[in-house]
């Protein structure tokens, strides 16, 4: 499969912790984007990467790119009950201009954030 | 939110019966994607579509075909539904102002018995 791997499955903390998750993928990507899924929901898109970038914030969100490893990670910093959820990182392709958008997704972190 | 809605929204259906999911966008995104989500897999891609009249295959599209005769409708069909394709189905679109990104709709829930 070229599915990236997440890591952990699942994590729990408390309230104020950081959460860590980490992805790791095969081939050579374009992009990497987070996107986070509530119980029954769709996915929602948190941040992308790109390539040439080796680390972006959104508020307490912060990713970094290691294209070397071909890994990222996504950190959450000062978590809430509220970001638990799902987490998948999913890797855009570099296809010279014909990848189509298309994603290739991990399998996604489990997060549990302990009030 | 994007504008994609999905329907049905849950779906219980019996083996070998023909069964259409219908996503349909108002985002005039030029991409569209249908996912199929299992346990332990993630999402993985069944078919894809970059225009109107345009698709193609993804990482598994046995058993699955699609099409797209306008931009905010992409059909979802289950030529004779086996168990294995028990899932939840969700479409994406990309391609407007935010590039890459994908949006995706609520998702649909089927059960083929």
């Known amino acids: 499969s070229q599915q990236g791997e997440e890591d952990p499955q699942a994590l729990s903390i408390q309230e104020g912790e950081n959460a860590t998750m980490n992805c790791s993928y095969k081939t050579s990507i374009n992009n990497l984007q987070w996107y986070r899924q509530n119980s029954g929901r769709g996915l929602v898109h948190l941040i992308l990467i790109r390539s040439n970038e080796r680390e972006k914030h959104s508020g307490r969100l912060r990713v970094t790119l290691d294209t070397s490893k071909k890994s990222s990670s996504l950190l959450i910093t000062a978590s809430r009950a509220a970001d638990t959820a799902s987490y998948f990182c999913?890797?855009?392709?570099?296809?010279?201009?014909?990848?189509?958008?298309?994603?290739?997704f991990g399998q996604g972190t489990i997060l549990t954030v302990h009030p | 939110d994007a504008g994609i809605t999905q329907s049905p929204r849950h779906k219980v259906t019996e083996t070998g019966t023909p069964v259409t999911l219908r996503c349909h966008q108002t985002?005039?995104?030029?991409?569209m994607y249908w996912y199929r989500q299992d346990p332990g897999h993630g999402l993985r891609l069944i078919h894809y579509s970059y225009g109107v009249k345009d698709t193609d295959k993804g990482e598994v599209s046995d058993g699955y075909s699609v099409s797209r005769s306008k931009t905010e409708d992409f059909l979802l069909t289950l030529e004779s539904a086996t168990s294995s394709q028990t899932s939840v189905y969700f479409c994406?679109?990309?391609?407007?102002?935010?590039?890459?990104?994908?949006?995706f709709g609520p998702g649909t829930r089927l059960l083929v018995l």
């Open positions: 999913a890797r855009g392709e570099d296809a010279g201009g014909t990848s189509y958008g298309k994603l290739t």
């Open positions: 994406a679109t990309s391609g407007g102002t935010g590039g890459e990104t994908q949006y």
């Open positions: 985002e005039n995104h030029r991409y």
